[in-house]
């Protein structure tokens, strides 16, 4: 199983740089998963631990804490965009004023909106309409000063890959890159003309 090999490269791993101590957990993806109870007994089996699963609220709050310690002093709205969930937080320097969870992922719209190879003009406005109904229930109010920070599986690569803004000078070592919506919108644009094996290459 290519699971388990992955992850026995990774314990593996830790052994080697003196890791003894650490923390398994799942999220969204996991959660939902038809066979969540095998996947889980394999990797406790394979990790020799419990893993644990988070919530949702859980999993934003965890994340929320980390970026706020690594920009602290600044007032923050935080999206953290998985394939099932989306979490918005907003607070400054570790302490949480706001949390929303929308059911807004990347798999939940492809599964739920997109159903052709090549996403089509109804199912990219679905797709917006769908998002900005969720969005518009939260009634969410102007932040003004406020960083934005965009948070997703390997986005940093996936952002330098795309030639998607610049790297900080000198570079930050917790947010090395910085970009503007406009450029998301665009690359948008671009992702959504491709088949979805041509769309792979962006991940």
């Given at each position: ?62 994340f929320f804490d980390v970026v706020s310690k690594s920009i602290p002093d ?57 998002v900005r109904s969720e969005i518009s229930q939260l009634n969410l109010t ?43 919108f665009n690359l948008n644009k671009k992702i959504i003309q491709c088949t ?8």
């Amino acid at each position: 199983m290519n699971q388990k090999r992955v992850l026995i490269e990774l314990v593996n791993k830790m052994n080697e740089l003196g890791v003894h101590t650490y923390t398994v957990i799942g999220t969204e993806t996991l959660r939902n998963a038809d066979n969540m109870l095998e996947v889980v007994d394999v990797i406790n089996e394979t990790v020799k631990q419990n893993l644990l699963v988070l919530s949702q609220k859980e999993e934003a709050t965890l994340f929320f804490d980390v970026v706020s310690k690594s920009i602290p002093d600044h007032k923050l709205a935080v999206a953290d965009i998985g394939g099932g969930s989306v979490q918005l937080t907003i607070g400054k320097n570790a302490e949480l004023e706001r949390l929303e969870l929308l059911n807004t992922g990347t798999l939940t719209l492809q599964k739920g909106v997109v159903n052709t190879d090549i996403v089509s003009s109804s199912e990219d406005k679905a797709s917006w309409d769908f998002v900005r109904s969720e969005i518009s229930q939260l009634n969410l109010t102007v932040i003004n000063d406020a960083y934005l920070v965009y948070g997703s599986t390997n986005i940093l690569d996936f952002f330098r890959e795309a030639e998607l803004g610049k790297d900080i000078d000198p570079i930050n070592e917790f947010h090395p890159r910085i970009a503007h919506v406009d450029e998301l919108f665009n690359l948008n644009k671009k992702i959504i003309q491709c088949t979805r094996t041509q769309r792979k290459k962006f991940f």
